[in-house]
């Protein structure tokens, strides 16, 4: 039996990335994907520089000196809805009326805001139009300017090679005019469970059957950490049905294997066992957790694969650990496999040591700090916990117990 750390390591050092298999996308089929080498841009944002508010562009220079009691008069000499592209030139003491997102017009490097602004008459004998305003406003150059480039230079890299596409990165790349994105192959991932009590999820309930929750569990895991999850259904506890499905899954061309069930030390646990007759090199097998412990982990080739446990929340506790970190190495993510908060426990709980504990809680907002509890039963086959909980809050080995208002890691699972 080996640690997380230890396990975890093992299993990361032998998920290489996928080299190959890069593929394009349209933009809108690319969310939740990972982006396959860097992206620059091809134009800069703005692409022009323009205004932030509705209101006047002048030269800020001319509003020197500008307040209540001194207001300074400008010529408007045009107007500039968005969309338009100014014509004048912005001499002294002219403005030009403009509204957000409008180019700004030559010569001109400030904005006052509309509220900031009153009509005025002027006596001006040489002006360039019948239309004046005041301001009480001295401004700063480029106040409520959008400059261009500001936001992106043209040709800076916007996206690191492994960032998960979201909708602010939809947006942005919208932005840039890129209608299509190159982003990295999910990893196909089969996942097959075992056992003579299991039945379909359509069939009707009989005495010593239980429906096979765990493969879409899983699906839904596998499809949340990037991966193609491929259902290959269930295997009876004997080693024909073992080995045709084994034979069957690799045939499928996949990066991960996941069985579930048949792993532990029971006399229908083959499993393992029959992983060695068709060549996986089994590199642990037992990992110091609980849920979780009776896990194991080879490969076939440069096929990873994972026995996962029988109990659902052990099977789903030992693919967070293990599977998700592995696929998101494969697809070379960045970013950490969970995001962790602090919390103050509102219970006792009492542990084995020598184990990580993963603990399902639910958590509570409390004027910006977070509180946890038990979101239920923590036994390894209780779903409604596990569909209630936040997060599991994480307790390490070299503990016997925590207390009310002891302050713990919790790992998100949303």
Known sequence: MITVER???VVLENSSGLTQGAESLPLTSSLGRIVSKDIKSPCAIPHFSNSAMDGYALRHR???GASLERQKVFNVIESVPAGSVPKKKVGRNEAIRIMTGAPMPLGADAVVIVEQTREAKSERRKAKSEEFMRTFK?????????????DIRKGEVVLRKGTLIRSQELMMLAALGMSSLKVTRRPRVAILATGDELIE????????KIRNSNSYGLYGSVLSAGGEPIILGIARDNSASLLRAFKD??????????????ISVGDYDIVKDLLKQIGTKMLFWKVAMRPGKPLAFGMIGKVLVFGLPGNPVSSTMAFEQFVRPALQKMLGYIGPAHFVR???FEENF??????RYFVRVKLRNEDGKFFARLSGPQGSAMLK???HCDGVMVLPEGIAKVSRGDKVNVQLLN
Do not use: H
């Open 350 to 355: 009492e542990k084995r040591k020598g184990f």
């Open 138 to 150: 001295e401004l700063k150059r480029w106040e409520n300017v959008r400059r261009a480039g500001e």
């Open 62 to 64: 001319d509003t020197k």
């Open 342 to 344: 602090e919390a103050y």
């Open 201 to 208: 999820v359509k069939s009707k309930l009989a005495p010593g």
């Open 7 to 9: 396990a975890k390591r």
């Open 249 to 262: 899954a690799l045939r499928r061309k996949i990066d991960i294997l996941l069985v579930v069930g048949g």
């Open 385 to 387: 916990s596990m569909a």
